[in-house]
């Protein structure tokens, strides 16, 4: 493959203690740079200078979409604990102090949504696997340990505990030994996704070291092979000019020549991240090796919360031969009280958008809820025997029986996750709910 003319930029990040050396921040009034610090106390920043200098509008602050998806915002925090950070850096308050009221800020923002720890993560020979989820049958979460970070860190990501120093609620797997022997006790698992973080902030020869076990097994079930990674977004240069790309896209080769379907599962959250030069190049390297490339985002208010975002994106991504695959609801965790929009109204947006495209651009699912029974899609709003209520399936259940299956709540607008809805009719609880309850009771016996 030739190596595209580009310039060769070193991947170096800002963080909240270099950034005053990013130069349009040095721009930014006071008052913005000092609320970004004290919102940084309690959520992870990172901004590299692709996204500085490629995607975010600085003319547009703090409007610009990709500034409120990298930088922390004031509204993040309620205001009364912005208060009392912003009190704390002012009077240069001890460290331990500061981190005490940053900790408990952080958990009371749900940093373990949808029973992901207790639930999800699997039991082996007596044994938990942390480096592991599986929460669905046919597909099995790894979380590398070196790719545990993102190339930039999006200010609504429900993942922002594993990206905390201190936080005991980290995913993640040292190699893929435990992973192997899971697999072969599961030939039903067909999908393996890598995730994380990003496992592409880990160099390839790591990558490489983590996956050929994986390649090479003779005793497992595994047919598809999937990467979710936001560098397409946020750093493309990760397939093009980085020291190891070339390898990069050669591992992705050897992959797809083994016979596996590889999947690049990119997050894109709204149309500027599709239309760099750079982007473009990236994607067109990437496809040429035969992997396919999937999209996912959550609808996130300030952001893409606009059909007309969702419909370009869609068309875009189509033309770019990349295939549109999930439209998230925002997570019921960290900021989300700045960050979520209504389920009522992401099903107005999403069904609008999927109004305006042709059918190629109306693979992407959603409005769907990654909640603890499963991933829950709101299929509509109507109304039935007088009462108006939310349509509901599960994409994906934790029970594969749950799949499918029709079922109704009651309508509220401003409802924004499953734990904000009732059932409808009348009804005392879903079809699913008995069933959660013994599985949590068998899972906290299990601890
Ligand atoms: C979304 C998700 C998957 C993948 O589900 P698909 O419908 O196959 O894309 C697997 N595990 C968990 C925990 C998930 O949240
Ligand atoms: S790239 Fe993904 S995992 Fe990383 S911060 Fe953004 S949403 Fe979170």
Redesign the pocket.
């Known amino acids: 493959m030739s190596r595209p003319v580009i310039p060769h930029p070193v991947y170096r990040p800002y963080s909240l203690r270099t950034i005053d050396k990013l130069p349009q921040f040095s721009a930014l009034s006071e008052d913005e740079r000092f609320s970004i610090r004290v919102v940084a106390q309690v959520f992870p920043f990172r901004l590299n200078p692709y996204v500085a200098d490629q995607l975010i509008d600085w003319q547009r602050i703090p409007d610009d979409p990709i500034y409120q998806l990298t930088v922390p915002q004031r509204g993040m925090l309620r205001p009364h604990n912005f208060q009392r950070i912003a009190d704390l850096l002012l009077r240069d308050a001890p460290a331990a102090e500061v981190h005490s009221v940053v900790s408990e800020i952080r958990s009371d923002l749900n940093p373990n949504p949808a029973g992901q720890v207790e639930l999800?993560v699997p039991w082996f020979g007596g044994q938990r696997l942390e480096g592991m989820?599986h929460?669905?049958r046919?597909?099995v979460?790894f979380f590398p340990q070196s790719g545990q970070t993102c190339h930039a860190y999006c200010t609504f990501c429900f993942r922002w505990p594993q990206f905390l120093t201190d936080g005991e609620v980290r995913f993640s797997a040292a190699d893929s030994e435990q992973l192997l022997w899971y697999l072969a006790a599961h030939p039903e698992v067909t999908?393996l996704?890598v995730t994380g973080g990003d496992p592409l902030v880990m160099s390839t020869a790591a990558l490489e070291r983590y996956l050929t076990p994986v390649l090479e097994a003779q005793n497992i079930g595994i047919q598809t092979i999937r990467i979710g990674t936001k560098s397409l977004g946020y750093w493309p240069y990760r397939f093009l000019t980085d020291k190891d790309a070339d390898e990069l896209l050669r591992l992705f080769e050897r992959i797809v020549a083994r016979g596996f379907h590889l999947a690049i599962m990119a997050h894109f959250n709204h149309t500027r991240e599709l239309e760099t030069p750079i982007v473009r190049q990236a994607i067109k390297r990437i496809r040429a090796t035969g992997a396919e490339i999937r999209s996912q985002s959550p609808l996130v208010r300030h952001i893409n919360d606009v059909a007309g975002i969702w419909r370009e994106m869609w068309n875009l991504q189509v033309s770019l031969g990349i295939i549109p695959y999930?439209l998230f609801v925002e997570r019921n965790t960290g900021a989300s009280r700045y960050f979520q929009v209504p389920l009522a109204q992401a099903w107005e947006i999403y069904r609008a958008a999927m109004t305006s495209v042709s059918g190629l651009g109306r693979t992407a699912r959603g409005p769907s809820m990654?909640a603890a029974p499963g991933?829950i899609e709101i299929q509509g709003v109507t109304e039935i025997r007088g009462e108006k209520v939310f349509v509901l399936r599960m994409?994906?259940g934790r029970n594969p029986e749950w799949v499918q299956r029709p079922f109704f709540a009651r309508f509220d607008p401003d409802a924004a996750w499953l734990t904000d809805l009732k059932p409808a009719f009348g009804e005392e609880e879903f079809f699913f709910s008995a069933e959660m309850r013994a599985l949590a009771t068998a899972a906290r016996r299990r601890q």
């Open positions: 999800n989820q929460k669905y046919e597909t979460l999908d996704l999930y990654s991933k994409i994906q």
